[in-house]
């Protein structure tokens, strides 16, 4: 049964046939490697052979193994995903790194994780922080379904908040460009007080420029949520508002902490006046790519010579 699965991945340009092809076996047994190894003589029941035979279809047409198999491991923690949700990636734990390196000596940080998709952002670090105050938010509710239900999981639904909203606009009080959501309908006034005055904003936007579309894998233009992926021409439909609005839900001296792509820096650089954001640091991950980028809100506004509010 495996070496036909194999085979007919293989036949499929399936990356990794055999780990693909063990993985999905493991998936439909509930069962792990060890004992796939230990059992060979193992022989499929005819409604485990029909659930097989489904998932490879569905691996063989390229849909990620984690759209199949529903989950997706994010900073040592078990997240549900769905193709309503990026599938959290592996580089993105150097933007948990980094807020856990610069939170150090923080007091009971305030923090938004903007774009939060499956939410693995700010769990892992409501995880890491357990005296943080999280917030989350996200423009689609299926992600913040999913986002929900991993909060549930991993018992952290008290610690987090969870908003549907465009980038940051609660900062602004305008409750017309909110969608209205049976949470905060009732207190969204006194939630919108609370909606500043942050020690961090944090996130992963979506940064593929539509006109590099073709450069991104087949599998993520075909399955994962164009709005978590492409941000408009340039790519920078969300950064750009992203940067000009954590400025302001921040407070003096509070941290903008966000993923960029391959060959971003110069211009998220270059979004980060150097007369409203000092100490901006560049991170690069394991491979040297520039991936994370950070900058602190300056604490006096030069031309006023008062905090910036
Ligand atoms: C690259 S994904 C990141 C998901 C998750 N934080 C992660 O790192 O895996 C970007 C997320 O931003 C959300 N998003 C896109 N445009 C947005 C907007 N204008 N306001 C808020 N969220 C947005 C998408 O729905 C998606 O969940």
Redesign the pocket.
């Known amino acids: 049964m495996l070496a036909s699965a194999v085979e007919r991945l293989d036949a499929a340009d399936v990356g990794s046939p055999r780990m693909n092809a063990e993985m999905l076996l493991m998936f439909v047994l509930g069962a792990d490697r060890a004992y796939l190894y230990a059992h060979p003589e193992r022989e499929l029941t005819a409604e485990e052979a029909a659930r097989y035979e489904e998932v490879l279809a569905q691996r063989a047409t390229g849909m990620p193994s984690q759209y199949i198999t529903g989950h997706q491991e994010f900073w040592g923690l078990d997240f549900v995903v769905s193709r309503a949700?990026?599938?959290?990636?592996p580089e993105?734990e150097h933007?948990v790194e980094a807020v856990l390196e610069l939170a150090r000596g923080i007091e009971r940080p305030k923090l938004v994780?903007?774009?939060?998709?499956?939410g693995?952002?700010a769990l892992a670090l409501a995880h890491e922080l357990p005296d943080a105050e999280v917030h989350a938010?996200?423009?689609?509710a299926e992600?913040l379904e999913i986002a929900r239900a991993n909060a549930v999981r991993l018992q952290l639904e008290k610690r987090v908040r969870f908003l549907q909203?465009?980038?940051l606009d609660p900062v602004f009080d305008k409750s017309v460009s909110v969608i209205p959501s049976e949470d905060f309908s009732p207190s969204r006034g006194i939630y919108f007080a609370k909606f500043r005055d942050f020690d961090f904003v944090v996130?992963?936007?979506?940064?593929v420029a539509l006109s590099e579309a073709d450069k991104v894998q087949k599998s993520v233009q075909e399955f994962e949520?164009t709005?978590?992926?492409f941000?408009g021409l340039h790519g920078t439909d969300?950064i750009g508002p992203l940067t000009e609005q954590a400025h302001r839900a921040l407070k003096p001296g509070g941290w903008l902490a966000l993923?960029i792509g391959y060959s971003m820096r110069d211009d998220v650089v270059n979004l980060l006046s150097p007369t409203m954001w000092d100490d901006v640091r560049v991170m690069p991950d394991l491979q040297g790519i520039p991936r994370v980028v950070a900058a602190k809100k300056k604490a006096i506004s030069p031309s006023h010579g008062s905090a910036v509010l």
């Open positions: 949700v990026l599938i959290p990636r993105t933007l994780d903007v774009g939060t998709g499956s693995c952002v938010v996200d423009l689609s992600a909203c465009n980038v996130s992963n936007p979506p940064y949520p709005m978590a992926v941000a969300v993923e």
